[in-house]
């Protein structure tokens, strides 16, 4: 399989009035054609922040201050307005995290998956076809598209939200925790059509805080943590043989209804990320952590094995204590 | 087309705000027929001089006569024309000034938003009444020059608001969205910002339209807006404000009572409008 995007060390800063929030600093990392990447970490580990910077839609204050993502071939952060214009929508496309806001009160679903068409090209009347052809397709049926998106569920909301990212058959679709406002059902079939884009051969880049919804799903499973990239692997990799103790962590926290192993929490907060840490962002947190080491000496993220990457002094545990 | 289906909305449903809109919507209706059908009701030609001059209230003429012997009443009358003249035109120019320039300052924001913000700042921050005066003596007195002098001091109400609510909606999703599909921003301006500030629009005009009569009022008593003999209420309130004291009432109390009367219509509508709009988000 090809390469799809390729985003080398992406840091991106929000310069708010109360200092310079660092939201995502120095990650790398490659998408394949058809493949499902999911990204999982806490709110503010810059997930959606990264998400946000391939689009080149970071919000302001937000400004990517280095690094690139290219896309087929192109830098995305250095396109013109109307390149951008032309890629996204078509080429990759989003699903936002909130259904209910995602769509303008004020048109109906219908002229809203119609403009999505005709921004790029396609004539109205065919658009409107396709429209009531894409409602089927995520199950709706082809009359809600005189709807205002106050009629419809949120579920249904984001039905929608996945028909319009649907228009183009795109290459990437990054849905930005598309299921965290829906019930455990209905972001079960939000799951599914997403996997049904995958069959067509769009690259899925999925952003939750839920890994055990990444599992299922996923070819592969990058941790963010404090706007580092943390672990990169194959679900098998990051699920059965996790390196890091962030992402070790994160697993122990899943609740697990058929064991007697209790919920774990991991202690303390994450940290402010306008002054992080010194040396290893997960160290104040981290059970593992040996002064003088982690918390002076930043870990890099290397290959440990094949397709796994890590960034911890100990990975995989402390062997020499 | 929205307005209108929204205005009959306000006189059919019974919900609060109806009784202020019947009433505020009655004067504003009947100060709009009296402008359109004036040569039809005026019983006497508004600028004739006749030997009659301070004739109290009679049947010959409901609101007596002035020091020239002109009929109060056909002046009222034909007064209304300006006024209202004066002030649609005003209100559309800065709405139409007001509201594009808000938009993209609030959409684009950086160094033409702080632009224009200063510029508009500075012009709100004058005594909007001074401003106008000001404006309209460097204009010269006329009422399309009195449109331009009242329009300039409201254009950064609808700008200020404008730009306001353009920037928060900026911030939401479905404003995002349009982006991550592709959507020109002119277009993202045009059909996802504009109607949603529509109805914010509306209420600062109702509220303003208020303001700009009485602005409007002020300008012609000062003799800024028309020129003799053309009948305006402002201006004949200023001619008959002298002979108060002689006990010709008349001259001036019919004028005053409309100039207020008509700045409440408008008041109540967009009190009205407002308590309804604002009742939906609570």
């Known amino acids: ?136 397709r995520v199950n709706l049926p082809p009359d809600r598209l005189d709807y205002y998106p106050h009629q419809l569920s949120g579920g249904q909301r984001q039905r929608v939200s996945i028909a319009i990212a649907m228009a183009f058959r795109p290459k990437l679709l990054i849905a930005d925790e598309p299921t965290t406002a829906l019930d455990v059902i209905v972001q079960d079939s939000i799951m599914d059509l997403l996997d049904d884009m995958k069959a067509e051969g769009t690259s899925i880049y999925f952003v939750t805080h839920d890994i055990s919804l990444a599992v299922e799903r996923s070819d592969r499973i990058a941790v963010m943590y404090a706007g580092k990239l943390v672990e990169l692997g194959t679900v098998e990799q990051i699920v059965e043989n996790p390196l890091h103790p962030y992402t070790k962590a994160l697993i122990e926290a899943v609740p697990d209804l058929w064991s007697e192993r209790p919920v774990k929490a991991i202690p303390g907060y994450p940290p402010d990320l306008r002054n992080p840490p010194k040396g290893c962002r997960f160290h104040p947190r981290c059970p593992l952590a040996k002064a003088g080491l982690c918390d002076t000496e930043e870990p890099e993220l290397r290959e440990v094995e094949r397709y796994h990457l890590v960034a911890c002094h100990f990975p995989g545990g402390a062997k020499d204590e | 087309m929205m307005v209108i289906e929204g205005f009959v909305k306000l006189l059919r449903e019974r919900k609060p705000g109806r009784g202020l809109f019947i009433f505020g919507f009655s004067i504003v209706l009947i100060v ?58 005003a209100t559309t120019l800065s709405i139409v000034i007001g509201v594009p320039l808000g938009l993209l300052s609030g959409y684009r924001g950086g160094k033409i938003d702080r632009v224009l913000s200063m510029v508009m700042d500075s012009i709100y921050s004058f005594p909007s009444l001074i401003l ?151």
């Open chain 1, 1 to 136: 399989m090809g390469m799809l995007l390729e985003v080398r060390n992406l840091s991106v800063y929000y310069y708010t009035l109360s200092g310079v929030v660092k939201g995502a600093e120095g990650v790398s990392f490659n998408v394949e054609e058809g493949e499902w990447i999911t990204f999982v970490g806490e709110s503010g580990s810059g997930k959606s922040t990264v998400a946000h910077a391939v689009m080149n839609l970071v919000p302001s204050p937000g400004k990517v201050v280095s690094g690139e993502v290219i896309f087929e071939g192109r830098d995305i952060l250095k396109l013109s307005k109307e390149e951008l214009r032309q890629i996204r929508g078509k080429e990759m496309t989003m699903v936002f995290q909130d259904p209910m806001t995602s769509l303008d009160p004020l048109r109906t679903i219908g002229d809203q998956m119609i403009e999505a068409m005709t921004v790029h090209g396609v004539p109205e009347d065919e658009a409107r076809e396709r429209a009531k052809e894409l409602l089927q």
């Open chain 2, 32 to 89: 709009i027929l009296m402008a359109i059908f004036a040569p039809w009701i005026a019983p006497h030609n508004p600028t004739e001089i006749s030997a009659d001059v301070f004739q109290p209230p009679s049947w010959k003429h409901p609101m007596g006569t002035n020091n020239l012997g002109q009929d109060v009443f056909s002046r009222i009358i034909w007064g209304s024309r300006v006024i209202l003249y004066v002030v649609a035109v």
């Open chain 2, 132 to 282: 106008a005066i000001v404006i309209a003596v460097v204009l010269g007195p006329s009422p399309i020059n009195t449109a331009v002098a009242i329009s300039f001091v409201y254009v950064p109400t609808y700008f200020r608001m404008v730009r306001g609510q353009t920037l928060s909606l900026k911030g939401q999703l479905f404003v995002e969205a349009a982006r991550a599909l592709g959507v020109k921003d002119w277009e993202t301006m045009k059909k996802y910002i504009l109607p949603n500030v529509l109805p914010t629009v509306l209420v600062v005009f109702t509220l303003s339209v208020a303001d700009a009569i009485l602005t409007e009022a002020g300008l012609s008593f000062l003799g800024l807006s028309v020129t003799p003999p053309t009948p305006d209420w402002g201006y004949d309130l200023r001619v008959g404000q002298p002979f108060l004291l002689d006990g010709y009432w008349w001259l001036a109390f019919f004028p005053g009572v409309m100039i207020m009367l008509l700045a409440m219509g408008f008041a109540m509508i967009g009190e009205a409008i407002n308590e309804r709009l604002s009742l939906g988000t609570r």
